[in-house]
T-cell receptor, first 115, second 113 residues
Framework: NAGVTQTPKFQVLKTGQSMTLQCAQDMNHEYMSWYRQDPGMGLRLIHYSVGAGITDQGEVPNGYNVSRSTTEDFPLRLLSAAPSQTSVYFC??????????????FGSGTRLTVV | DQQVKQNSPSLSVQEGRISILNCDYTNSMFDYFLWYKKYPAEGPTFLISISSIKDKNEDGRFTVFLNKSAKHLSLHIVPSQPGDSAVYFCAASSRGTASKLTFGTGTRLQVTL
């Protein structure tokens, strides 16, 4: 059981480039989220989804796009990379609903550097 | 506006002693609280949770206490082990937005020999 798989693990981008961070889960979870972790800031929610075809903005959505065409996949798109988007990105999934006591399962992260 | 606060960036505890990690929140709509543990270069892993209808939840060496009137929760680890050295994040969610977790900034725990 792979859980939550994120690719790539590392990426360097030039300012203005675009790219997609991939996230896939094999647990048939309804909820999926993207977080970024910056020093001293904890984890901040970028976008989230409560099911296929349904997405919404989190705390820091600017500069990012998401879509959820299937239950399994939740890609995060950087439209025009900026140095302020240098961070570690985590994708997470959860069965949601009454089982939210078990929280989210996180992927191992993508370390992104924008130069 | 930081709705979940972990005011201690770091904590050092001797092996075998108790570790107490603290978390405060400001949003009275939060009704589920979770603790995550994170090792370097890994994603956070779920540790323990507590519903607002309880004031204590225990799982082996880990116990979470919730004081709703003070909007405060704490994680107790007894006895502390070197493998517990990690960053611990407190997180919260509310019934209306159960899909969203709000995280604190984390506390780095170091368990020394």
């Amino acid at each position: 059981n792979a859980g939550v798989t994120q690719t790539p693990k590392f990426q360097v981008l030039k300012t203005g480039q675009s790219m997609t961070l991939q996230c896939a889960q094999d647990m048939n979870h309804e909820y999926m989220s993207w977080y970024r972790q910056d020093p001293g800031m904890g984890l901040r929610l970028i976008h989230y989804s409560v099911g296929a075809g349904i997405t919404d903005q989190g705390e820091v959505p600017n500069g990012y796009n998401v879509s959820r065409s299937t239950t399994e996949d939740f890609p995060l798109r950087l439209l025009s990379a900026a140095p302020s988007q240098t961070s570690v990105y985590f994708c997470a999934s959860s069965p949601g609903g009454p089982t939210r006591a078990y929280g989210y399962t996180f992927g191992s992260g993508t370390r992104l550097t924008v130069v | 506006d930081q709705q979940v606060k972990q005011n201690s960036p770091s904590l050092s505890v001797q092996e075998g002693r108790i570790s107490i990690l603290n978390c405060d929140y400001t949003n009275s709509m939060f009704d589920y609280f979770l603790w995550y543990k994170k090792y370097p270069a890994e994603g956070p892993t779920f540790l323990i949770s507590i519903s607002s209808i309880k004031d204590k939840n225990e799982d082996g060496r880990f116990t979470v206490f919730l004081n709703k009137s003070a909007k405060h929760l704490s994680l107790h680890i007894v006895p502390s082990q070197p493998g517990d050295s990690a960053v611990y994040f407190c997180a919260a969610s509310s019934r209306g937005t159960a899909s969203k977790l709000t995280f604190g900034t984390g506390t780095r725990l170091q368990v020394t020999l």
